[in-house]
């Protein structure tokens, strides 16, 4: 394995690593990891010994006019146009679960990591109904993991959008006190 393609593993494992916290945290679930690679990029086992795949997706983008907004703005961008690209992930990504190298083609969760922007607003979570169009995407979970959170409270904000009992800004008790605490 490349130097490059080590520290983009060593990247991954440290985002799925704060993920699972959350994760455990929201669902009550833990998540171990067995194992990396590609396709999806770690496999891990529930505590009842079922195997899940995990996948890490970011938004692609312009990373200078990333770097401009990271100078200029507050990294807010309108929901419509962050769900926007969310559902461009989600597209691409089902296509490649579906392909025959996938190694758990029925049993992979999507996480798609807010690294660069976070939502004006949250507002759009209060409508559930929106859940049963990720039906046929072919995860079994699908997430968003806002890591804008992480600096000031030390811990990854979760939006689930699949199953329908994720959906939604979930209750996270590191959320409920002073940042920077």
Known sequence: M???????????EDHLLRFLDAYAAVTGDSLTVIGDG???????TRRSGESVGVELAR????????LWDRILTDQTMPANNLMWSVNSIIEIKARKQRSSHWRT???????IELLDYRFDSLAW???????????DAGFLEIWLADYSTLEAFGEVRLIGLFPPKFWGVHRQAAFEGKPYG
């Open 2 to 12: 490349s130097h490059s393609n080590l520290g983009k593993k060593m990247v991954e």
């Open 105 to 111: 083609p029925d049993r992979t969760i999507l996480i």
């Open 125 to 135: 979570t209060r409508e559930s109904s929106f859940s049963r169009g990720y039906a």
């Open 38 to 44: 590609e396709s999806p990029d770690f496999i891990c």
């Open 59 to 66: 938004s692609p983008h312009d990373y200078q006019g990333a």
